[in-house]
């Protein structure tokens, strides 16, 4: 762990954590909606072990965040006792998952972000936020494999597919903004992390493209949409996810699980 | 999890596939501790009989994941969460491994699950309960993998080879599958009374239809006796359940729980635990589709199925393209 004294820094630390840590468990729940009805037996064992290691990312980012801010005094208390806009998750991790195709390029086109994220974090002063960072891209390379793979099989497998990879991107790609707007968390702990967000969209584009290209598909330009998440100002979709989440803690105070 | 007995005769109309002469020497190198081989020569009785039943078994796997899948996004902790979702991920690779074991004997995954789908084949009569409160997932594990592991230890020294050899690592993790089950109930029953009551109201909804796990009484179960000759199976469905319920009185003891039967009591002469009388009426009513949740368990595999089929045939038409490149 990082001894920072700087308050506002330490908040601003805390807060990046949180908003990664959410991030992780929202997808993670989204993508635990698949278990027991993917389209083969095999993607159920894919997508359920991508959901696993999410959720342990989240697990390691919540548990750096009670050791950041010394009130909470577990993961627990985090997930499922905080509100929807005290969530601070990459909207784009909350959206629906739609049909498959919704599902795999929403997490292509998240997992190759976090997987910049995650090598800009490598690079960082805070050795727990590298830790995690390393133990985490090893998970998120798997997961770019898979879902690019399935990216270009169905951008490139039958009209039905493609047409079902193109509404998804329409759907999804304003939301990819979020990742690069203005960021004030990120530029704060500048000096800390070295995270560029100029550079980090040209890594993520880097990432992309090539995929986009295989899948016989353009890059979308980009939209005047921004969405507000990593703020805590999120869509309609995050109440809902939470309702569920948190609903046997906040039906059952004290009890032990 | 989660074999079951339901003994239904796989020739009962292909009479004349039975040869008795290869029938009887097989019958007789298994006993001598013959382990058979998919290159094996092996009459129609025994494959069919094999097939019906690890079908079922990837079956009871592949439904199983939807019980305790309803509990995955309520999880009430991450731990358990991770937990449960490791959990049915296990039961999906349980399937995957018992399919392709099946597939060993000259039948296709595609053509099995067809079968369920379609309603042809059965699957464990236990999974067409509800799970209604989170402690229903710690009953499972506790009860539901105790008797499937109960029922499968025997399996991992049965006669056909890809079958023993897939029950030894499916027993593994359902031997950790039940440990967990156990610590989820102890926890709560340390916690709140409403806490406490979820997991008595679990004990008592599951313990009935994990009795029936076992399958038929001896005196009912007419293929038993076949089974055990080709050596799939090893002991009797009434062994099996008195020594679950033999095991399984003292730890309901520890956990304070009280199961539902009130003539479970200790039989000093026969050295077991008596216990009252199971409704076989539920089981075959349940087993043959009339159960609480049978509807609507292969109502969602198979609106998954269908939804899925144009990614299925997605990753055909990328193949071919790419082959052709």
Same mark, same amino acid.
């Given at each position: 762990?990082?001894? *920072?004294? !700087?308050?506002?820094?330490? /908040?601003?630390?805390?807060?990046?954590?949180?908003?990664?840590? @959410? /991030?992780?468990?929202?997808?993670?729940?989204?993508?635990?909606?698949?278990?027991? *009805?993917?389209?083969?037996?095999?993607?159920?064992?894919?997508?359920?072990?991508?959901?696993?290691?999410?959720?342990?990312?989240?697990?390691?980012?919540?548990?750096?965040?009670? @050791?950041?801010?010394?009130?909470?005094? @577990?993961?627990?208390?985090?997930?499922?006792?905080?509100?929807?806009?005290?969530?601070?998750?990459?909207?784009?991790?909350?959206?629906?998952?739609?049909?498959?195709?919704?599902?795999?390029?929403? /997490?292509?086109?998240? /997992?190759?972000?976090?997987?910049?994220?995650?090598?800009?974090?490598?690079?960082?002063?805070?050795?727990?936020?590298?830790?995690?960072?390393?133990?985490?891209?090893?998970?998120?390379?798997?997961?770019?494999?898979?879902?690019?793979?399935?990216?270009?099989?169905?951008?490139?497998?039958?009209?039905?597919?493609?047409?079902?990879?193109?509404?998804?991107?329409?759907?999804?790609?304003?939301?990819?903004?979020?990742?690069?707007?203005?960021?004030?968390?990120?530029?704060?702990?500048?000096?800390?992390?070295? *995270?560029?967000?100029?550079?980090?969209?040209?890594?993520?584009?880097?990432?992309?493209?090539?995929?986009?290209?295989?899948?016989?598909?353009?890059?979308?330009?980009?939209? !005047?949409?921004?969405?507000?998440?990593?703020?805590?100002?999120?869509?309609?979709?995050?109440?809902?996810?939470?309702?569920?989440?948190?609903?046997?803690?906040?039906?059952?105070?004290?009890?032990?699980? | 999890?989660?074999?079951?007995?339901?003994?239904?005769?796989?020739?009962?109309?292909?009479?004349?596939?039975? $040869?008795?002469?290869?029938?009887? #020497?097989?019958?007789?190198?298994?006993?001598?501790?013959?382990?058979?081989?998919?290159?094996?020569?092996?009459?129609?009785?025994?494959?069919?009989?094999?097939?019906?039943?690890?079908?079922?078994?990837?079956?009871?796997?592949?439904?199983?994941?939807?019980?305790?899948?309803?509990?995955?996004?309520?999880?009430?902790?991450?731990?358990?969460?991770?937990?449960?979702?490791?959990?049915?991920?296990?039961?999906?690779?349980?399937?995957? &491994?018992?399919?392709?074991?099946?597939?060993?004997?000259?039948?296709?995954?595609?053509?099995?699950?067809?079968?369920?789908?379609?309603?042809?084949?059965?699957? $464990?009569?236990?999974?067409?309960?509800?799970?209604?409160?989170?402690?229903?997932?710690?009953?499972? +594990?506790?009860?539901?993998?105790?008797?499937?592991?109960?029922?499968?230890?025997?399996?991992?020294?049965? $006669?056909?080879?890809?079958?023993?050899?897939?029950?030894?690592? =499916?027993?593994?993790? #359902?031997?950790?599958?039940?440990?967990?089950?156990?610590?989820?109930?102890?926890?709560?029953?340390?916690?709140?009374?409403?806490?406490?009551?979820?997991?008595?109201? %679990?004990?008592?909804?599951?313990?009935?239809?994990?009795?029936?796990?076992?399958?038929?009484?001896?005196?009912?179960?007419?293929? $038993?006796?076949?089974?055990?000759?080709?050596? =799939?199976?090893?002991?009797?469905?009434?062994?099996?359940?008195?020594?679950?319920?033999?095991?399984?009185?003292?730890?309901?003891?520890?956990? +304070?729980?009280?199961?539902?039967?009130?003539?479970?009591?200790?039989?000093?002469?026969?050295?077991? &635990?008596?216990? +009252?009388?199971?409704?076989?009426? #539920?089981?075959?009513?349940?087993?043959?589709?009339? +159960?609480?949740?049978?509807?609507?368990?292969?109502?969602?595999?198979?609106?998954?199925?269908?939804?899925?089929?144009?990614?299925? #045939? %997605? %990753?055909?038409?990328?193949?071919?393209?790419?082959?052709?490149?």
């Amino acid at each position: 762990m990082t001894t *920072i004294t !700087d308050t506002s820094k330490s /908040s601003y630390l805390f807060s990046l954590t949180i908003r990664l840590a @959410d /991030s992780a468990l929202i997808a993670s729940q989204r993508m635990s909606q698949w278990c027991g *009805i993917a389209p083969t037996l095999e993607e159920d064992i894919a997508l359920t072990n991508v959901a696993l290691d999410l959720l342990g990312q989240a697990r390691h980012l919540f548990s750096y965040a009670v @050791d950041l801010d010394g009130c909470r005094k @577990d993961e627990d208390q985090l997930a499922f006792l905080r509100d929807p806009h005290q969530y601070l998750n990459y909207t784009i991790a909350e959206l629906p998952n739609g049909d498959f195709a919704q599902s795999c390029t929403k /997490s292509f086109l998240f /997992s190759t972000f976090s997987q910049c994220l995650w090598v800009s974090l490598l690079d960082g002063e805070d050795s727990t936020l590298r830790d995690i960072a390393a133990k985490s891209l090893k998970e998120t390379d798997y997961h770019i494999e898979h879902f690019s793979r399935w990216f270009v099989r169905l951008g490139d497998g039958t009209d039905v597919s493609r047409q079902k990879i193109l509404k998804s991107i329409d759907y999804l790609w304003p939301y990819t903004a979020e990742f690069f707007g203005n960021d004030r968390t990120l530029s704060n702990l500048e000096g800390l992390l070295h *995270i560029n967000t100029g550079k980090l969209q040209a890594d993520w584009v880097n990432a992309i493209e090539d995929v986009f290209t295989e899948a016989g598909i353009d890059l979308p330009s980009d939209s !005047d949409f921004m969405s507000t998440g990593k703020y805590g100002v999120h869509s309609e979709h995050l109440g809902h996810i939470l309702a569920e989440m948190q609903y046997l803690q906040r039906s059952y105070p004290g009890g032990r699980w | 999890m989660y074999t079951q007995s339901l003994d239904t005769d796989p020739l009962a109309n292909d009479p004349k596939e039975v $040869s008795d002469k290869r029938e009887l #020497e097989l019958k007789k190198r298994i006993s001598e501790g013959y382990v058979v081989e998919p290159r094996d020569d092996m009459p129609e009785r025994y494959r069919k009989t094999l097939i019906r039943q690890m079908s079922q078994h990837a079956h009871s796997e592949v439904v199983g994941m939807l019980p305790e899948g309803n509990w995955i996004l309520r999880a009430p902790t991450l731990k358990r969460k991770s937990i449960l979702l490791a959990k049915v991920q296990d039961e999906a690779g349980h399937g995957l &491994y018992l399919y392709s074991a099946t597939e060993t004997l000259g039948v296709s995954r595609d053509a099995l699950y067809e079968d369920l789908l379609q309603g042809r084949a059965k699957y $464990s009569s236990i999974f067409n309960y509800p799970t209604l409160n989170w402690a229903d997932v710690g009953v499972i +594990g506790w009860l539901v993998d105790g008797a499937a592991i109960m029922n499968q230890i025997p399996l991992t020294q049965c $006669s056909y080879g890809p079958y023993a050899r897939a029950m030894v690592r =499916i027993c593994k993790e #359902e031997s950790f599958h039940q440990r967990q089950g156990f610590d989820l109930l102890n926890e709560m029953m340390q916690g709140t009374q409403k806490q406490k009551d979820m997991v008595q109201d %679990a004990v008592d909804r599951w313990w009935w239809p994990a009795l029936m796990m076992f399958g038929p009484e001896d005196s009912d179960s007419i293929h $038993s006796e076949e089974s055990k000759a080709w050596g =799939i199976k090893k002991k009797t469905n009434d062994e099996l359940r008195q020594t679950f319920i033999d095991v399984t009185v003292p730890q309901a003891e520890t956990l +304070g729980v009280t199961l539902p039967d009130p003539q479970l009591k200790w039989n000093e002469t026969r050295e077991h &635990y008596d216990f +009252g009388k199971i409704d076989w009426n #539920e089981f075959w009513r349940v087993v043959s589709g009339s +159960g609480p949740c049978n509807k609507d368990r292969i109502g969602v595999k198979k609106k998954a199925w269908e939804e899925g089929a144009w990614v299925r #045939e %997605a %990753a055909m038409a990328h193949a071919m393209k790419s082959k052709g490149r």
